[in-house]
């Protein structure tokens, strides 16, 4: 299911042209070592999860069996509540874990103004496009950071209730 198809059984819509999140990549880690790293210990669903609820949407769900990180089968899915096993191929799909130092998530998204130049799908994406003008980048982060002086979360994820609150990664 889509994010867009998911937002809208939550009643929230999201505009086709509209930017729902954005980070800047301050560390890379392979699939294994994220699970295992204590950082990330509160993105480990508890087992069990039935809800949901902010502590049992965490996206620390597939454990290293082996050290054999490319083989699909050396990880253990340890929690299926929001992916099933047939989504397994597509998670594990790169190599590595993006840790955003950074970010933004929107809940019915950002309509960026438009003089900026950054690269973008036209409509609903699964994945992310790369900017490679620089100057386009910093002016992006720059009107990011003065329309949304906190920072980090500007609305609340599409599942979650108002009540929302996120208890960080470490």
Known sequence: MSLSQSARRVGVKIDRDALIYF???????????????????????PAGCTSNSVECAGDNIYRATSDDYGNLSAYEQMSFLHHGCDLKNNDLSGKNALIFGEFFLGRAGIILPPNLNISRPKG???????????????????????????????????????????????
């Open 124 to 170: 609903p994406s699964q994945f992310g496009y790369k900017t490679k003008n620089s100057k386009e980048i910093e002016k992006l982060i720059n009107w990011i950071r003065r329309e949304y002086p906190n920072g980090g979360q500007i609305g609340l994820p599409c599942l979650f209730e108002d009540d929302f609150s996120c208890g960080g990664c470490s």
């Open 23 to 45: 980070g800047q990549i301050s560390e890379i880690k392979t699939l294994g070592s994220y699970y295992d790293d204590p950082q990330f210990s509160k993105k480990i669903p």
